[in-house]
């Protein structure tokens, strides 16, 4: 059984796929384009858990090096001020791919699941739909990990903020699936890619192999925040929205952001 939802939910995944689409006629399909320039942050916006969006409170989302760095040591504690990036941009077809490192220690009270921690969402929200208070965007989560040395412990998993997906036609409502993906240990530059077709297939690649994979991204409308969203757009399916990184506690960098716009 498939979960395509109505006519109507159908007309608005046409509609926000154009939209989508005409919002970035800079980036010429089939080419790699990098949306980080290694210099500032001037084409992102940020928004963390109890601030505004546009605030970056402690400045916490910074470039130094060439680096865009994810950083806390203007925090005396975490307090489960999550935070995210967003490109000012919204994407439907394309590839994503983002060159990542975990480096140091774990802010003081993040949560221990947030250990070398961070993440690619895509099919977001805006960050000006976002209430002060809410920790994660109506999104799916593409979740980056590193290994604690010793464990295995996959990266580009998924996660579901808001959301749920279809794997072989059965509706996922779980939170987190792992990927086939391995382990990587230290503070090694890794590669994640994920490729996004409007409301069908989105993959998650690592070392050119694809370690997840999974169709019908929409708005759980068991989720409070996702079912005002739902109202608001006319359906639930994904079929395109914001790009951002994650802030959950452990420092990290990226080191290239890039996009290849894809045809329908």
């Not at 402690?58 to 865009?68: K, Q």
């Not at 395109?240 to 420092?251: A, D, K, R």
């Amino acid at each position: 059984m498939k979960y395509l939802g109505t006519l109507a939910t159908l007309a608005f995944t046409l509609l926000a796929a154009t939209a989508a689409q005409a919002e970035v006629p800079e980036f010429e399909q089939g080419k790699w384009v990098p949306i980080f320039n290694g210099k500032d942050l001037d084409d992102w916006t940020v928004k963390i858990r109890y601030h505004t969006a546009g605030d970056n409170f402690a400045n916490t989302f910074r470039v130094e090096d060439g680096v865009m760095k994810v950083s806390y040591d203007g925090y005396d504690e975490f307090n489960e001020t999550f935070g995210h990036i967003f490109y000012n941009h919204d994407f439907s077809n394309y590839r994503c791919r983002v060159e990542y490192r975990f480096v140091g220690e774990q802010c003081k009270g993040g949560p221990g699941w947030a250990l070398r921690n961070s993440g690619i969402m895509v099919h977001g929200e805006s960050p000006h739909e976002m209430g002060v208070d809410q920790d994660f965007p109506a999104s799916i989560e593409v979740q980056l990990l590193g290994g604690n040395g010793k464990d295995d412990r996959a990266t580009a998993n998924l996660c579901t903020p808001g959301t749920n997906v279809v794997m072989g036609d059965k509706l996922i409502t779980r939170h987190c699936t792992n990927s086939s993906s391995k382990t990587y240990h230290g503070e090694d530059w890794v590669v994640c890619e994920v490729e996004v077709h409007g409301g069908k297939v989105v993959k998650h690649i690592m070392d050119g192999e694809v370690v997840l994979e999974y169709e019908q991204s929409q708005l759980d409308p068991k989720d409070a925040h996702s079912a005002d969203l739902i109202k608001k757009r006319g359906g639930m399916l994904l079929s395109g929205g914001t790009i951002s990184l994650q802030s959950e506690s452990h420092p990290c960098e990226f080191r290239k952001v890039e996009i290849m716009v894809l045809p329908e």
